[in-house]
């Protein structure tokens, strides 16, 4: 057996070096189990729709170029995403994973440097995991790094199959798995990164000899470890950046981590929230030090509220600028601009382009 050098760091300090490193999101599938003529990725997580956790967590690991795999509801999907650096590529037919990465490079042609493939409705990834995949893919020169999360129940998931030495060798699909292997709780998170070369240059030899007759992208791992290629595995630190969204349930489950998320990072910067279970705030909402923020209150879009502000209790905020010291209570307030001091309700409604000068009171009346 020959053994390989240890791989040497190759990212820096948070950030991804190389110059080529792409992102496919995987964004084609109808979702039956929502029971919704929407496509599943443009759902909505605290106003934000699921797909664009994906792409902000790809941008913020500094990958450059980013593709979108649309199929079922397309027009909408790309709708969603307009006006956005990203590029779209089209899956008529739902034929696997293998199947959408084909019809990536049917726009982008053959790649080099690292590709990332992202799950467009698996929003919890973070950019950090994100560049851990591709620092070990890259340190290793490996044709695939793969992130892998072990479930105490593993039902649903692909297993990851490893030699005696501790290798990766396969991953096989839960309706695939023999029933000697069961046991393992290892599991594919469905978060890769290849070596682009490696990839363009053997997906064509995926077919779809298996339950579902699909092309599998994980197929792709025997593939390389019978040419003798690198297969890496990093395990995630937390098996949520693994949970994918298929039913309701599911997305309130993926809802509530990413409000546990967004409200702990508020609260570390020095934002008092009285019932952070009952503060709904979305990715983009910026909050000044020292900001209280009452329970019932929801602040979404690009709403920045200025510090020493107070917020509801049952305040509904969207898109405006609240003030330093301001204090908004039980009020709904879209599109807005609140001065510094200034009051507002309870029971107001202010409408779009409204502004409240620094220091006025507004009360149930205004409109």
Same mark, same amino acid.
């Given at each position: 057996?020959?053994?390989?050098?240890?791989?040497?760091?190759?990212?820096?300090?948070?950030?991804?070096?190389?110059?080529?490193?792409?992102?496919?999101?995987?964004?084609?599938?109808?979702?039956?189990?929502?029971?919704?003529?929407?496509?599943?990725?443009?759902?909505?997580?605290?106003?934000?729709?699921?797909?664009?956790?994906?792409?902000?967590?790809?941008?913020?690991?500094?990958?450059?170029?980013?593709?979108?795999?649309?199929?079922?509801?397309?027009?909408?999907?790309?709708?969603?995403?307009?006006?956005?650096?990203?590029?779209?590529?089209?899956?008529?037919?739902?034929?696997?994973?293998?199947?959408?990465?084909?019809?990536?490079?049917?726009?982008?042609?053959?790649?080099?440097?690292?590709?990332?493939?992202?799950?467009?409705?698996?929003?919890?990834?973070?950019?950090?995991?994100?560049?851990?995949?591709?620092?070990?893919?890259?340190?290793?020169?490996?044709?695939?790094?793969?992130?892998?999360?072990?479930?105490?129940?593993?039902?649903?998931?692909?297993?990851?199959?490893?030699?005696?030495?501790?290798?990766?060798?396969?991953?096989?699909?839960?309706?695939?798995?023999?029933?000697?292997?069961?046991?393992?709780?290892?599991?594919?998170?469905?978060?890769?990164?290849?070596?682009?070369?490696?990839?363009?240059?053997?997906?064509?030899?995926?077919?779809?000899?298996?339950?579902?007759?699909?092309?599998?992208?994980?197929?792709?791992?025997?593939?390389?470890?019978?040419?003798?290629?690198?297969?890496?595995?990093?395990?995630?630190?937390?098996?949520? $950046?693994?949970?994918?969204?298929?039913?309701?349930?599911?997305?309130?489950?993926?809802?509530?981590?990413?409000?546990?998320?967004?409200?702990?990072?508020?609260?570390?910067?020095?934002?008092?929230?009285?019932?952070?279970?009952?503060?709904?705030?979305?990715?983009?909402?910026?909050?000044?030090?020292?900001?209280?923020?009452?329970?019932?209150?929801?602040?979404?879009?690009?709403?920045?509220?200025?510090?020493?502000?107070?917020?509801?209790?049952?305040?509904?905020?969207?898109?405006?600028?609240?003030?330093?010291?301001?204090?908004?209570?039980?009020?709904?307030?879209?599109?807005?601009?609140?001065?510094?001091?200034?009051?507002?309700?309870?029971?107001?409604?202010?409408?779009?382009?409204?502004?409240?000068?620094?220091?006025?009171?507004?009360?149930?009346?205004? $409109?």
């Amino acid at each position: 057996m020959t053994l390989r050098a240890p791989c040497a760091p190759f990212v820096k300090a948070g950030c991804i070096v190389s110059v080529n490193a792409t992102a496919i999101i995987l964004a084609a599938g109808e979702g039956t189990r929502m029971k919704s003529s929407l496509p599943k990725v443009v759902h909505q997580i605290l106003g934000v729709p699921v797909v664009q956790y994906v792409i902000d967590a790809a941008r913020e690991a500094g990958l450059d170029r980013i593709v979108v795999i649309t199929g079922h509801g397309a027009d909408r999907v790309e709708a969603v995403l307009a006006g956005q650096d990203v590029e779209f590529a089209r899956q008529n037919e739902q034929l696997g994973t293998g199947h959408a990465v084909m019809c990536a490079l049917e726009v982008t042609g053959a790649l080099e440097g690292p590709v990332v493939v992202l799950s467009g409705d698996v929003p919890l990834v973070r950019a950090e995991t994100i560049v851990q995949l591709v620092d070990k893919q890259q340190s290793c020169s490996a044709a695939c790094a793969m992130l892998t999360a072990i479930f105490d129940d593993p039902t649903g998931y692909g297993r990851v199959i490893r030699s005696e030495s501790g290798a990766v060798t396969a991953i096989i699909e839960q309706k695939d798995l023999p029933p000697d292997l069961g046991d393992v709780r290892e599991c594919n998170a469905g978060v890769y990164c290849f070596d682009g070369a490696a990839l363009s240059a053997n997906l064509p030899r995926l077919g779809t000899s298996n339950a579902q007759g699909e092309y599998y992208l994980t197929d792709l791992v025997g593939v390389f470890v019978e040419e003798g290629l690198g297969v890496e595995a990093v395990v995630a630190s937390d098996t949520v $950046e693994s949970n994918g969204i298929n039913t309701r349930v599911q997305l309130a489950e993926v809802t509530r981590v990413m409000q546990g998320r967004i409200n702990e990072r508020h609260m570390l910067a020095g934002v008092t929230m009285l019932a952070p279970d009952t503060a709904w705030v979305g990715p983009k909402v910026v909050i000044g030090r020292d900001v209280v923020v009452e329970p019932m209150t929801s602040l979404s879009g690009l709403t920045v509220i200025g510090p020493d502000a107070r917020i509801g209790p049952g305040a509904r905020i969207i898109d405006s600028e609240i003030g330093p010291g301001a204090h908004v209570d039980c009020s709904i307030v879209v599109g807005a601009t609140v001065g510094e001091g200034a009051s507002v309700g309870p029971g107001a409604y202010l409408r779009p382009g409204t502004v409240v000068d620094s220091g006025e009171a507004v009360d149930a009346s205004a $409109e």
